[in-house]
Each structure stands twice: as structure tokens, then as C-alpha cells.
């Protein structure tokens, strides 16, 4: 889940600079992201006092308008229907039309009910199943290079918020047992990602773990923090998927407080689907897609997105192959 916040670390460090560079030369947006591919970016201590007045002053708003919207859900709907069975023929009681539903409601539960939270877990692990391979519409921004690929899309919603919907691939030199020991390990997450100010886990059994996790403030950004469940499910012992869900409870306490004002973000689905395809060597294909409760134009940042996935999966990388 850490995929949501790493583009906007990224983005914030450095887009007043790409903003302030491609306003002087041109304005046309697609020049800007020339611009944005070629220039050194140089960071500066009053970027972000800059950036508050440049976000101030422009409204970032995307074309995407509302029936665009409804008639590409409509097309994907469509391929949904022809794509279900790729990975394992699903049962018949779900209704395609309802999956963008699903992704986009953030359930209020009782945290006691696990029954309920693993339901919750089991429908979006079929919800991740049907758009496991729907590419469409997807720019991709990397092919295999370095056996990375990445690809992206965006969606806006009413309150137009920004949301990244991110598919990317990569593997990593290690056996699943090590990999659900190493994410499991949430000190360790802390130290790879230092902007996390808190994972803590509140309920935990084979199926699925409650966490709650807080990065602090990056430049202007409050502080946002995240509820979610996390599902597990083995399909046969070289294939596992890992999938996140935000979930909203009333009675939710983190056990650190935060003393800042901090804004609730979600993960709308994220997840993971992991083969093991050689005896040291995991395929990862993972699907994210959050609210951060930001209204960043998304030209913007495609390739910062890309990159900090490609630095995070780096540090996964050097992890393994030191063990
Ligand atoms: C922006 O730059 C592009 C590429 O050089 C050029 O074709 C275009 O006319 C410029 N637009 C404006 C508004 O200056
Ligand atoms: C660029 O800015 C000029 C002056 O503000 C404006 O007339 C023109 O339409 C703009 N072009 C684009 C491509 O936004
Ligand atoms: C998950 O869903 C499947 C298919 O609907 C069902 O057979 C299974 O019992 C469910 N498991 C749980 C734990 O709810
Ligand atoms: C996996 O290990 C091999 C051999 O040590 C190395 O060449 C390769 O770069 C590693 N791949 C990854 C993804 O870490
Ligand atoms: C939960 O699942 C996600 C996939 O969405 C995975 O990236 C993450 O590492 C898992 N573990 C925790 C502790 O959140």
C-alpha cells in the first residue's frame, strides 16, 4: 500500500520546479512533460512555500468529464465479462456491473465481526480477480525493462480528487515463505520507508490483519493515514494473493494518536498476485489504486509515479539479494 503515498513524496519534492520551468518556456501541457523528462530538477528549500501559492492560484482540474467516465466503466464492464476467467472460473453470484461499486465504497464495519472482514476480504479478492488483466485504457510508461513494467490511468472523482489506478510487474529474488515474512515485518517497512510515522497491526489470524498505517507530513501535505483490511489467500503453494481493502469503524483508535490534524486517505483496492516461478524467483503483479484526498493534475505525475515504485521495488530488490 505504500504505492500510494511514494508518487506524492516524489511529486511534492519536486513539481513546483516543473511547474515554474514549463510555465516560462510554453504552456501547453504536453510540452511541460517533456520538459519534465529532460530537466535536472533542483531541489530548493522554498519549494514549498512556492507550491502552496502555485496550488493557490491554479485550479487543477482534469477534461476528464463525468460521462466520459460512465461510458468507459460501461466498456469495461464489457471486458470484465469476457476477461473473468483467466485466473480461476468465479462464481456466478457476482454481478459485474457492481465491481467499480465495490472498489469504490469503503465499507463502515464493526472490527470485532471477523466474520465479516473476511468476507469483506474473500469478495475483494474476486473483485481483484476479475480486473486482474484489464488493461484497457492503461498507458503503459515501461515494457520489461530491467524486468519492470508499469503502466497507468486515472480517474477523477465528483469531489475531484485525483485517483492513480496503477498496474505494474517485477520480481524479486526470493521464495514466498521469506516474502510474507519480510512485508510482514512492519519495523521493517518503517526503515525502508522513512516518511511512514506509523503501521500498527490490530487484529491478526491466518486470513487477514487490520492495520493501520500513518505517514507524516510530507511538505504542505497533512498528514494522512490509512484503515485497512489485508486478505491472504494461498491458491496452491507457488501462488498467492494479497489484497487491500480501506474499511471505516467508528470505534477505530490508532494506539499512537496523532497530535497533527491528519486526513483519512483509501486504498480503494490494492493487491498482489505472486508466483513463484523459478525456486528463487517470485513474479509480482500488483494492482493499486487509492484516494489520496489530492487534487494534483495527473500529467503531472505518471512518470514520479513511476519512479518511486521502481525505487521502492529496488530496495525489495537489494533486500533479497543481500539475504
Ligand atoms: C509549446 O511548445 C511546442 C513545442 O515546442 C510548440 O509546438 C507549441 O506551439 C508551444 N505552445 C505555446 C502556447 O507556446
Ligand atoms: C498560452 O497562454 C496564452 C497567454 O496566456 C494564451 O493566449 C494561450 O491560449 C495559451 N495556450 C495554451 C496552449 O494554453
Ligand atoms: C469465499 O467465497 C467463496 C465463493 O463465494 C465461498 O465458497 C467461501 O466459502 C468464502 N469463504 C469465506 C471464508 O467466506
Ligand atoms: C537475481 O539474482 C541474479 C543472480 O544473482 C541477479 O543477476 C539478478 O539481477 C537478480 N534479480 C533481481 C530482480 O534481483
Ligand atoms: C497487504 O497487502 C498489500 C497488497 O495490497 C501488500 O502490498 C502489503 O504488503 C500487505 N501487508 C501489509 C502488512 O499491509
Redesign the pocket.
Known sequence: MNQCIIWIKFLLNKCLTIFQYAKIRNNSTHYQMQEFNQVELNLDKDIDNNLKEELKKENYETELVANDLDNRIEQQNQQLIEKQEIIEVLPQTIDISSVRQFIETTPNVDLNNIEFLIELGNQSFQIYNTILYDYEGYEQLEDNQ??FSFWIKYIETPEKFQIHQMRYK????TTIQKYIEFMKDLEMQKKLDTSIDQFEQHYSNSQIRINYLRYKKILFMDPRDFLFINYSKFIDENTLFEISKSIESDEFQPFNPSTKSTTRAYLLLSGNYIRQIED??LEILTYSECNMKLKLKPIMTKTASKNEIKKLIKKY??H??QQ
Not at 170 to 173: S, W
Open positions: 530491467d524486468e517485477y520480481t524479486l529474488n528463487n524467483k530488490r537489494d533479497f539479494n
